[in-house]
């Protein structure tokens, strides 16, 4: 959101007023403020108990768009809801730009003066969230962008295929591998693995990890653990062979960076395999929670060719070590995330935005 955010400031905000919502929260409201509290907790909870995560998926797709969307907005909070819609009614927009369904409903539930409305969706396929109307729907994995076209309400006008949002502070960063672990203060010479399990912290990476401190091969280990300070605490306490370089970290602002210093990301599927593929980095993606997280390491596994899919930690261990000893097998995965570098960025959503708003207000140049 922050990359559409600044991208398009820079390009248009001298044309009209842009505001940036942090919706849930700006207003104090108790009720929203907990709904939104709400996403965080199923997230964590799919993590944890992956057929959960499964069910709900499916269970999106067994009702459709409108029993889903009503289930989820109505029926889990509806005083957050009743809220949520008189918010976008007090902000008054005329464009409403979202990267979660959410926002983009209540935009579609104003009665009067309804503003036009963009979605962005930053997975591979649309889900029967995502699917809930809107103006003009925007995607950035091929397959997702064709299999909506073969449904009735997508044609070319409404739903187009962009680069993916990555933050703009990635095309800042160098990609020289060295120089950034001389920054970082990480051995420039060491292979490096970078190792996260979202912004909670839920996944296999602290058994992946004990495995590889025992092996007596040259590596830098990273493992950021998010916002689960128990499982820093518990990597905190973990020793290496002298081989071995270790960074146990909790939450890292500086992710860009770590990223850019890796030879390879490990950890659980989602958009942070993007960044992965920016950097020019092979993703080993050791679990996911549900469909939306399946169907995106599936991009970058067999759209991409960039990653790798492996569940068992003591297999993930070996992986590492035989690219450590022999970096000639990360070529093709390296070849192929280079490949991919020119879908990145939000320049072309910003200038889509542009052209849609222009479209729908003639009088603005």
């Not at 490096?192 to 590596?219: D, N, S």
């Amino acid at each position: 959101m922050r990359s559409i955010d600044d991208t398009f400031r820079r390009k248009y905000g001298d044309k009209v007023e842009v505001i940036s919502s942090k919706f849930f929260t700006e207003t104090n409201d108790k009720y929203m403020i907990k709904y939104e509290k709400k996403f965080s907790d199923h997230v964590r909870l799919y993590n944890r108990i992956p057929p959960i995560g499964y069910l709900g998926s499916f269970a999106n797709h067994l009702f459709g768009v409108k029993l889903s969307t009503f289930g989820c907005m109505r029926l889990l909070s509806p005083i957050a809801c009743k809220r949520s819609i008189k918010h976008m009614k007090e902000l008054g927009p005329d464009v409403v730009f979202s990267t979660h369904w959410a926002s983009n409903y209540y935009a579609e539930k104003q009665k009067e003066n309804k503003p036009y409305t963009i979605m962005y969706c930053p997975d591979a396929r649309l889900n029967k969230l995502f699917e809930y109307r809107c103006d003009l729907s925007m995607i950035s994995m091929p397959y997702g962008y064709y299999k909506a076209l073969r449904e009735k309400r997508y044609n070319i006008n409404n739903i187009k295929l962009v680069p993916f949002l990555i933050r703009n502070e990635a095309f800042e960063i160098s990609k020289d591998k060295k120089e950034m672990r001389r920054t970082l203060g990480l051995p420039e010479n060491n292979f490096t693995v970078l190792f996260a399990e979202g912004g909670y912290g839920i996944g296999k990476m602290a058994k992946i990890t004990k495995l590889l401190l025992k092996r007596h091969v040259p590596l830098t280990v990273i493992t950021v653990c998010g916002t689960n300070t128990k499982l820093y605490e518990k990597l905190k306490a973990l020793k290496s062979t002298d081989e071995i370089t270790y960074l146990p970290l909790g939450f890292a602002d500086n992710m860009l960076q770590l990223q850019a210093a890796s030879d390879v990301f490990c950890g659980k599927s989602g958009n942070i395999l993007a960044e992965s593929t920016f950097f020019g980095n092979l993703s080993i993606v050791t679990h996911f929670a549900n469909m939306i997280e399946r169907n995106i390491a599936d991009h970058y596994i067999n759209t991409v060719g960039c990653a790798i899919k492996e569940f068992s930690p003591k297999k993930t261990a070996d992986l590492i070590c035989g690219f450590a000893q022999d970096e000639s097998k990360l070529e093709p995965y390296r070849k192929a995330a280079e490949a991919y570098h020119n879908n990145f960025g939000a320049e072309e959503a910003a200038d889509l935005i542009w052209e849609f708003i222009k479209e729908k207000y003639p009088g603005i140049e």
